[in-house]
């Protein structure tokens, strides 16, 4: 049986986030992905920034054997085996050691609830270096209001599946990132009405 999964959406977004991760990682550092899903973005980032240690975590054990799968496929010395995180738990950031200079969350906030987002934000506030980045992608409300028609839609099935779940409004997001020490560094229009939003801690 092959854990390897692969999923359509990863493969679509994958080279315009390289390009926004491009242009703001350091040369060297250490990341941590939550939520690394299929693995996809771990293999592919890993390997686009050698110098940046790539550690993928997801709560899902099927997630982190198909990570674990990718991992071993893409055989960079820089891509560490998956790790068992749930952002809910509160002690969560005690499972990691030392400072890091990036953490990525891609297409969480979303399909979760609310209370995953301000775990996300505990830990980043508790882990990111001074200068460090939180580096999120998905799609966005922008002032209470959804940036296209299909958006709306999609929140409209997001909360017929789990009330709790649902696209969160960007100012909500930048609130919780504030009292955690993070401030706002960009906002970058994606393709399919996502985008990526890139916080900065200590600034």
């Not at 296209?148 to 100012?171: H, Q, T, V, Y």
Request: aromatic fraction near 6%; proline fraction near 6%; glycine fraction near 12%.
């Amino acid at each position: 049986m092959n854990d390897k999964h692969h999923a359509s959406a990863a493969a679509r977004n994958t080279v315009p986030i390289l390009d926004v991760l491009g242009a703001i990682l350091p040369e060297t550092g250490r990341a941590l992905e939550i939520a690394s899903g299929t693995g996809q973005h771990a293999a592919a980032f890993a390997g686009a920034f050698p110098g940046i240690g790539w550690q993928p975590s997801d709560r899902d054990a099927a997630a982190r054997n198909s990570i674990a799968a990718w991992v071993v496929e893409s055989g960079l010395g820089n891509l560490l085996p998956p790790v068992d995180i749930d952002v809910m738990n509160a002690g969560w950031p005690d499972t990691v050691a030392g400072e890091l200079d990036l953490i990525v969350c891609i297409n969480m906030i979303h399909i979760s609830p609310w209370e995953a987002c301000e775990g996300l934000m505990d830990g980043a506030g508790k882990l990111l270096r001074e200068g460090g980045l939180l580096y999120l992608y998905g799609p966005y409300k922008r002032d209470g209001g959804h940036t296209a028609p299909s958006n709306a839609a999609f929140d409209e099935s997001l909360r017929g599946r789990n009330p709790a779940w649902g696209i969160r409004d960007m100012g909500d997001v930048e609130a919780a990132a504030g009292g955690r020490g993070m401030a706002l560094e960009n906002t970058v229009a994606m393709p399919a009405n996502n985008f990526s939003v890139i916080f900065r801690k200590g600034l």
